[in-house]
């Protein structure tokens, strides 16, 4: 059943990688553990992921759990297995969790299997009208490895999609949704991109603080300070301000990490004031 | 603990008006997806989607039901979680909760409403030992356990607080939303440590504070505020007034910043409590 597009190029992929299954685990094999385990995932529905959970025993749970234990767990070769048995199961049933599990696993070198990868994933992304959560974790983890801040124009509907109307539906959704944008308005202040950074920023503050867990918050404050100091002029003193303010906050929580990664932002930031001068 | 997304499932089938026995069809006898419905017994995933396909909808649907849908479980911790943060005055009864778990629901809502002092006061000798015996028994796990230490940690033995927390120890620090923070193993082993603090076990409870901070992660910017108020009662503790209210004046400044009034809400209460029953100061009035 191996009819597309997608199918063909895994045909090469299986080719040119060649003996290195011969004598182990056949891929088709290994797609058949990729099915299971895609079997017993709940995906996006995080009340029944919770219910199932003692019978999952510990973080069994979800794609994106399984994902994140197979990079941590297992060695290089292992992934390659996985993925590439997430290929065989996404050619053969078109379930998008075999792409995803494949790209995030093992990202491909090859130009063409890669184009088809984004391709695919955008459109899935744009195909569901209402991300409920899961496509929202789909395209943070996918930004800027397969998808493109450009692919973003193509879902800014679903990614600044009001939310629902129950308000323990939507503490469950935005946060997820938040820290999609936090990562577009990063990818954005990287790349200098200060009209979609601000775009990203208004979408942002257009939640209410309530939805918003404590580190999006923080997140959303960095952005306000990365822009004013980009946009330079009279805003950079506020914007100055702002972040010596977040960094004596990254003090006070004791978390080194925190304040490193926002002087990255910070001299990124800079960086685009003296550019646009 | 049965699974009670079922509701969920029920309310699309009665939207689409579509039968029982025509949404079990061939796949399952309809006396199974009638437990299902009612909350009665699980459904395997693959189940599940085969009964969602038969009425035409999809896993995503189930997740964007009506609100009053999803897991009790769920729905207990958001309405914990709301209290805390002043977004509702009283702890609602919660539909749906299995006939075994109704009183120890109950009881956590009691509990949850009163400062950690007085609750050992509103329990009795009898609701001790179930207490003990629900949080010690292997199949309970997971949120339900973590809720229920969380509130029920003050009125624990010493015995049973010492053994929950090699268990808890080795447990995963997920979250699987920012409402089930309390329901997590984390919030749980900081009701443990909190109640250490309380008892004046100084050098437990710091070395458990400890245990805590190893668990952190860069971004657990939460957590972070959340040990920080332990850090309050331990000055408290060590007769240190100077560091408890340049520590409360931190987590507070720390909130304002960042716009949350409900997460203000959340911490400065706390703090007012810890602040009341350790420090004997009242910064509530």
């Not at chain 2, 699987?176 to 443990?192: K, P, Q």
């Not at chain 2, 408890?244 to 720390?254: D, K, N, P, Q």
Request: charged residues 20%; glycine residues 8%; proline residues 4%.
């Amino acid at each position: 059943m191996l009819s597309d597009g997608n199918g063909l190029l895994l045909q090469h992929w299986w080719r040119t990688s060649g003996g290195r299954y011969a004598g182990t685990l056949s891929p088709q094999t290994d797609a058949m553990t990729v099915l299971h385990q895609l079997e017993e995932i709940p995906l996006t529905l995080q009340s029944y992921t919770i219910h199932q959970a003692p019978s999952l025993r510990g973080d069994s749970g979800d794609l994106l759990r399984l994902i994140a234990r197979a990079r941590l767990g297992v060695g290089v070769a292992e992934r390659e297995r996985l993925a590439l048995g997430g290929r065989f199961v996404y050619a053969a049933t078109g379930d998008i969790r075999g792409l995803i599990l494949a790209t995030l696993l093992h990202p491909v070198t090859d130009s063409t299997l890669q184009a088809s990868d984004r391709t695919a994933l955008v459109t899935y992304l744009q195909a569901q009208p209402r991300w409920t959560g899961f496509e929202f974790v789909v395209l943070r983890l996918v930004l800027g490895r397969i998808v493109t801040l450009e692919d973003v124009y193509l879902l800014w509907p679903q990614l600044t999609q009001a939310p629902s109307v129950s308000p323990r539906q939507a503490r469950m959704r935005v946060p997820l949704q938040a820290a999609a944008l936090l990562s577009v308005l990063r990818h954005a202040i990287a790349s200098g991109d200060l009209p979609r950074a601000q775009q990203t920023q208004d979408a942002l503050d257009s939640i209410p603080a309530a939805l918003l867990d404590v580190q999006h918050l923080f997140w959303r404050r960095v952005g306000t300070a990365a822009l004013l100091v980009a946009r330079g002029g009279d805003d950079t003193h506020p914007g100055e301000a702002l972040f010596v303010n977040l960094m004596d906050t990254s003090e006070f929580l004791q978390s080194p990490g925190l304040a490193t990664a926002l002087n990255v932002v910070w001299q990124a930031s800079r960086q685009i004031a003296l550019r646009h001068k | 603990m049965t699974n009670t997304i079922g509701r969920a499932y029920a309310d699309l089938r009665q939207q689409k008006a579509i039968s029982l026995a025509d949404a079990a069809g061939p796949i399952l006898p309809a006396t199974t997806l009638a437990a299902f419905e009612a909350g009665e017994s699980p459904l395997g995933y693959g189940e599940l989607r085969s009964v969602l396909g038969r009425i035409g909808a999809r896993v995503a649907d189930l997740a964007t039901a009506d609100a009053d849908s999803g897991s009790w479980l769920d729905r207990w911790g958001y309405a914990l979680d709301a209290y805390q943060r002043g977004e509702l005055t009283t702890i609602p009864e919660i539909a749906g909760v299995p006939s075994q778990w109704h009183e120890v629901v109950v009881l956590v809502g009691r509990l949850a409403v009163v400062p950690p002092r007085e609750r050992p006061a509103l329990v009795t000798r009898w609701q001790k030992e179930r207490l003990a015996r629900i949080v010690m028994a292997p199949a309970i796990q997971g949120v339900f356990l973590h809720l229920i230490v969380f509130y029920t940690a003050h009125v624990l033995p010493n015995t049973i607080r010492r053994r929950l927390i090699q268990r808890l120890r080795d447990e995963s620090r997920l979250v699987a939303n920012a409402y089930l923070r309390i329901g997590s193993a984390a919030g749980a082993l900081w009701a443990l440590t909190e109640v250490e603090l309380y008892l004046g076990n100084v050098q437990k409870g710091e070395e458990l504070l400890n245990d805590l901070r190893r668990r952190l992660l860069t971004g657990d910017l939460y957590d972070r505020l959340a040990v920080r108020v332990l850090e309050v009662a331990l000055a408290y503790q060590r007769q240190d007034t100077v560091t408890a209210e340049h520590l409360r004046y931190g987590v507070l400044a720390v909130l304002r910043l960042l716009g949350s009034s409900e997460e203000t809400t959340r911490f400065r209460r706390h703090l007012d409590v810890i602040d009341r029953d350790l420090g004997g100061v009242d910064y509530a009035q």
